[in-house]
């Protein structure tokens, strides 16, 4: 596991302080909430959800992932572009979400930095493509690239094919949605002008 870099660190602890917050007192956990389109979507919900969790293992998880990718990526990026390839993330993946409220797939308030972690792996996947993972469990060693493609098709098959109870697959892939685009500006490629 790398050293845990500022940015990541800060991070880490709002989201704990979040946890720890919405658990003495769980009446803040619905306005901070992403709430679908309607009377009770407000303004700040598109970043305040990703600060939220609904369980200490939703919570561990997340954490460990922001760790292991966040890490290396605000090294190599720096803090400004790894905040902006981060909230690229959030942001895509909450707006995956409203429109998956508009369509009628889920209609539930949606927390978790699960959105924003995704984006990470597919950019540490895009950086570090040939770096082997170790997974978990099981424990199978692959590619970074290989992890990315199996993770993103996966949470692919579980939002088409799922009941979609209580994990917001399409917010997962807005997350890797969004850090692609991310990549792509900074590229200078299609569907953005020249390159930064």
């Known amino acids: 596991m790398p050293p845990i870099s500022p940015i990541t660190q800060a991070l880490m602890l709002i989201n704990v302080g979040m946890f720890c917050l919405t658990a003495l007192f769980p009446a803040v956990l619905g306005p901070l ?3 679908p ?8 919900q598109p970043v305040s959800y990703a600060f939220l969790h609904g369980s200490f293992n939703h919570l ?4 460990l992932a922001l760790w292991m990718f966040g890490s290396e990526l605000e090294r190599l990026w720096g803090p400004k572009r790894f905040i902006q390839f981060y909230a690229a993330s959030v942001l895509a993946a909450a707006a995956t979400q409203l429109v998956i409220g ?3 797939i889920s209609n539930a308030p949606t927390v978790g930095a699960s959105g924003g972690v995704y984006g990470l792996l597919l ?3 895009v950086v570090f ?3 082997t993972i170790m997974l978990i469990i099981p424990p199978i060693p692959m590619k970074a690239k290989t992890y990315v493609m199996v993770f993103g098709a996966i949470e692919l098959l579980l939002g088409v094919f799922g009941s979609n109870q209580g994990v917001a697959h399409f917010a997962h892939l807005g997350g890797m949605l969004g850090a692609w685009l991310m990549i792509l500006y900074w590229r200078g490629r299609l569907p953005f002008g ?3």
């Open 60 to 63: 561990f998880f997340n954490m």
């Open 33 to 35: 909430a992403l709430w």
């Open 123 to 125: 950019g540490y996947g």
């Open 194 to 196: 020249k390159r930064r």
């Open 37 to 44: 389109v309607g009377p009770n979507l407000m303004p700040w």
């Open 102 to 104: 508009l369509i009628g």
């Open 129 to 131: 493509a040939n770096r």
